[in-house]
């Protein structure tokens, strides 16, 4: 069994990507196209990206926690764990055209969430 694998950021989003990646939690979305790109570019051992599989899951309400990474952007969110429900896609191919539009397109919508909130201080843990 493998515990968590780990994406390589500065081959998604460039060098300059900071996304928290916390082995005790399950990141999921309400957006289909977002857990596309993360799917496309799963990786097992760091080396080799492409080819995750997509799942419909189901987690109790009380149990999910806001995604750190897009804490103004409804629908993305990190609990302990998730139930497959259903696999949606297995080996998501890469597009990184396609992952390159969705990324832009939800770091676009936060930052307008983030606006729309007045909170210029977003903070991320440490």
């Not at 996304?19 to 990141?27: F, M, P, S, W």
């Not at 806001?66 to 952007?73: K, S, T, V, Y």
């Amino acid at each position: 069994m493998v515990p968590f694998t780990r994406k390589n950021d500065a081959e998604l989003l460039g060098p300059e990507a900071k996304i928290t990646q916390r082995a005790d939690r399950v990141y999921v979305t309400t957006n289909r196209q977002l857990a596309q790109v993360f799917a496309s570019n799963w990786s097992l051992d760091g080396a080799r990206f492409g080819f995750g599989t997509l799942y419909r899951v189901t987690v109790p309400v009380e149990d999910l926690e806001q995604d750190e990474d897009l804490p103004f952007l409804p629908g993305h969110f990190q609990c302990a764990f998730a139930t497959v429900e259903k696999v949606w896609q297995l080996r998501v191919k890469r597009a990184p055209a396609f992952a390159t539009q969705v990324l832009n397109a939800t770091l676009k919508a936060h930052e307008e969430a983030v606006r729309d909130t007045g909170d210029s201080t977003e903070s991320k843990p440490s």
